[in-house]
């Protein structure tokens, strides 16, 4: 046995306790975990000024040294989440559909946990608490992965949490951490079929590819987000403005930006300078079709074919000018990442099309993508954005770490 | 782009125009595609019989060419089929979980289809038409792609479904046929990510076990059932008896069937004496634990480790004493395949607890394992049997092929 195999053991054998923990049983742990980071915090951030000072020493460029940096604010924010999640409700045991067959038979469908469940990530240490919390709450047990930056500190994080959940009466097996950061590790986990119920990738497009290439265990996909705003004909212009402008710069890193404006031909000359104007005071890059180009002039970057299925991250934004709406939702459903996609418009007909052609895990009309979150759609936590359709599609809360059992009452029933 | 990328790209085209269709367009077309296939019928049995002599020709053995071969009969119950799909309620549209949002945004969860559905099977030609009707009805596109046996067989019935489909007006693509029935082909369909939403397996253990290993698409684990009846201290004997005589015996092939009967040590004695006597009828082999042979004697083969964790698919019991309900569900979560799993008791908290701890899709208190379809839990149809935890688990009705949209209905909103 592998020394992950012999994890994945020790956390499914964890995992069966937890099953059955009940939703006070679960919170204590979790408010053990909240007041054990707090008082070890000091050890915590010793550990961490080990990972900063090694990644220093190797050249990691400041805004990835700001993410993997903890504070005593940022783990004051991280145990506030840790409380956060431990006044959700415990989405474990509720039971639908139940009906009593004609042969007698009383069939029910039970909510109950998915089991153990790997997370591979980057560099963010916050994600090794946040993710072991989610997780805990809906009563799985979690394989954490991160990177190797982080590792000390994940690994102060961890031995916390375990300790907590041992005093709280639950097994410390339910939160395990990955003591090899190579990528042999991360092949293994992706590997780990007996074990793993499933593997959720957090982290950029080549983590998320090379989860879903290699993985044998069931993956969910997560977070890549090639995002469209549609301004249609019919559009109030200042809002299609503002939306765009929203959805591009309040937070280009995260998958739920705009990478890619799309405008009705109609309105593209009276539109196109108008969002320019606010797109500027941010200095947006502009790639744009040659129409795009013919209305704003030189500033516009010529679009490559590659421009059109970029997710760009940054302050660029792809531009494209359509014949109509049709048009449009063909060239979503060709391009986007099946995240977040938006149209503006006041035409109800347009809209409604928009909202049944378009697909995509989330569809908007007239606000902005940014919205695709678990906090802003009421899940009251998040452990990811799903873009794949099975299983959970859009922002994941505790119910999509959930799957279900029939529980079925008989009086001797056979089948004939 | 490959042979099977077109294909890919044409269902996945396909596939759009069929997420918008109603309810009545799809029953139409599912009309007409029972009304062609009787039409057609002997030019359906003419290549049927093409595919009979070439494989009578390879040596197959009577029980699979028993499984290919078609019939009128076979056939009007192939055409009942399509029919009991198109009268099922369409789970297409369904919106849940609607809500307002304190910035006004209202939010929606939509029921639409997964989009395009791979499904790799064996020699049943029936599945061809089978699979289609199911996922044409919950407005998915559909990739088949069977064994070399049924080629023939599955050519014609696809031939037909297309012209059908036209005909009614959705596209011919809704349903696909592989062409190339090797290896390579399966391997293909296995990594056609960006075209499958979701493969599904329908076989046996080695082509199951040879998808969920090599497939890149997000695949559905169906099928494989190492299914234990536990006969406790407080069972009723003889309703203990009669279970698992119907789980073994009834229809040892089918993946619900029980492979390993479980009894309380404190009724072994009673019981399996009891529990022989009707296994007898059926020249079921019993292999035992030693405790096993020593009550009912040399008749019992010693098992080995392996009979603990087989599939038998056949007159063949593995019978196991053990101490309580705490050994007997361990062992059941150990060796268990997560399909279905029965206790026979009196006692209300034995009873409660096997249902709570027992990991697996259907946990049945005193009925037989027998129970775990479609047709029996009411959804009216199935595509297969979940055995893993993530989108569905248990038998997959019309509901378990669809996926879900977010949709936003705004008024300008931005996110600050």
Known sequence: MTALE????????AARVLA???AAEKNAALEAIAQALCLHQDAILAENQKDLDAARAGGMKQSLLDRLALSPQRIAGIVEGVRQVAALPDPVGEVTRMTRRPNGLIIGKRRVP???IGIIYEARPNVTVDAAALCLKSGNAVILRGGKEAFRSNQAFVSVMRSALETAGLPGDCVALVEDTSRKSANELMGLTGYLDVLIPRGGAGLIRAVVQNAKVPVIETGVGVCHVYVDAEADL???ADIIYNAKTSRPSVCNAAECLL????VAEAFLPKAKALLDEK????????RTAEILGPCVVPAAAEDWDTEYGDYILAVRVVKDADEAIAFINDHGSGHSEAIVTANYFTAQKFLDEVDAAAVYVNASTRFTDGFEFGLGAEIGISTQKMHARGPMGLEELTSSKYIVYGTGQIRT
């Open 6 to 13: 012999t994890q994945g053991l020790a956390a499914k054998r």
């Open 20 to 22: 059955v923990a009940g």
């Open 114 to 116: 998915l089991g153990v």
């Open 238 to 240: 200042d809002m299609g």
């Open 263 to 266: 405008v009705h031909e109609a």
């Open 283 to 290: 200095h947006v890059e502009l790639r744009g079709c040659p």
